[in-house]
């Protein structure tokens, strides 16, 4: 079993910054990935950002260049840097983590992001 914790949401205006963390109760180096979604009032769960344990990253394209996830392995720990926020930012943001194979999915309890404009 797999325990995340969240931290790092809150009300921000936009344009402003904010630093989410997912904490793992276990080691995250051969994790195969880990990633954040988010889901907004009234809409699905969508991914934001992912990041396998050789680094490479995959962006939804709403977030290109405005976030950056990041991993420290040695903190069991996965980041998500977010900048330049808008409203549509604006959602529950949840830690996860996939291992295969096969495949299993665990996830935090979220952390609420609200953007105001």
């Known amino acids: 079993q797999v325990q995340l914790v969240e931290s790092g949401g809150g009300l921000v205006q936009t344009g402003g910054s904010l630093r989410l963390s997912c904490a793992a109760s276990i080691s995250i180096r051969s994790i195969n990935a880990m990633g954040w979604y988010r889901q907004a009032p009234g809409k699905q769960r969508e991914l934001v950002a992912s990041?396998?344990?050789?680094?490479?990253?995959n962006y939804a394209g709403s977030v290109k260049g405005r976030f950056t996830i990041s991993r420290d392995n040695a903190e069991n720990t996965v980041y998500l840097q977010m900048s330049s926020l808008k409203p549509e930012d604006t959602g529950v943001y949840y830690c996860n983590v996939a291992k295969w194979p096969p495949r299993r999915d665990y996830w935090g309890q979220g952390t609420q992001v609200t953007v105001s404009s």
């Open positions: 990041i396998t344990s050789s680094g490479s990253t």
